[in-house]
């Protein structure tokens, strides 16, 4: 690779920009993140795999996962909460260990809310069975209750989320069949719509004077734009007031990169909210390492161009989060990671051990770096790195200190990076 010289001369001049801007900067990492690019994982797992005997290394030395996760850029967690789950993770009591322990470290918290005792998603929202036999009146009062409930446990515990879902891949509602959208059940949109108020009407009666927490509604069907229209237009003919568009993009599942843009570009013009990718991932494998079946391990679920390699999961998260920083009106605030954490251990199988961003073995990926810092401010600390990754000798963007530099994901550090790097250091 050749450096030339205007590269050195701009590495230099960076330097002096970067100067300029770290007490600006210094000042907004207090902020924990709220107003930052959101580069979040979705880490519910965690506490189990844990205590299934997962352990994790970060240049082989072991560590808390959300140590390794917030030192390669991660500044947002997310907790999906279940009403009453068969296990021991993911009630009411767990959560809020775990979102102490976020909070603990400074990071922004995003709560998942399932309004189920297990898996919400497109094709199943059941009720917890506390609620089963309730009438629809008697269903939305308890709903608003308990979502006052759990957000007061939490902001008593002083783990306040900062942003909130209101129920998990809605696609076609929630709570079936008294919220349930769609097909037969088109006629259902107000009685969801009134379902959804009573969530956000619950969290906004836990809070303190003063205190806010964005409302987050969430679909999957991230290149959908159809679907996504027809979902976004009816809750808000129906009054819902909400402050993020949260959508899921599995690229095996919902579209092309293409075509997540094209619905970004619209979604972000035509509601005027700020859009989260709230739950992706790519394989850095097709192999395996446990008996628990993988939901992705055949070459026709990849994308061209982005091969089942580290360095394909790494190329793939680079492209996504530029799509998403690229959106429109800078309507585009981030993306969460979904189970990055989820090794195959002992106790616990995994069905996702090839699309975390470890290996079998629990140890940190290259492709992690890619998340580093690049929407989130560099300071002075970074100075050293920016010189060496772009004057050489021995920096190149496949090195893994050198990939959150190369803003353009073309594997190469270039001018096009500098002007990114330049924008980030002065902010908007
Ligand atoms: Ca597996
Ligand atoms: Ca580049």
Redesign the pocket.
Known sequence: MVYPDSKIIMSFALGAVLASNVAENVRGDENSGSTAFVLGVDASFLQRIEDSGGVYFSDGLPADALAIFQSHGVNYVRLRLWHTPGSGYNNLNQTMLMAQRVKSRGMGLVLDLHYSDTWADPSHQVKPAAWASLSFNELITAVHDYTQNVVTALKNKGALPDIIQIGNETTYGCLWDDGRVGGSFEGNWSQFAALLNAAIAGVNDSLDAGQSVRIMPHIDRGGDNATCRWFFDNILARGVTFDIIGLSFYPWWHGTLTELQQNLDDLAVRYEKEIIVVETAYPWTLDWFDGTNNIVGLSSQLHVGFPATVEGQRDFLCTLTNIVRDAPQDKGIGLMYWAPDWISTAGMGSAWENLALFDFGGHALDSMHVLSKRFTGFDLGDFAALQRCFTGPGGS?SEPACIRF?????????I??YAEIAAALTGP
């Open positions: 963007p190369d803003f353009d994901c073309d594997n190469d550090l270039d096009e990076d």
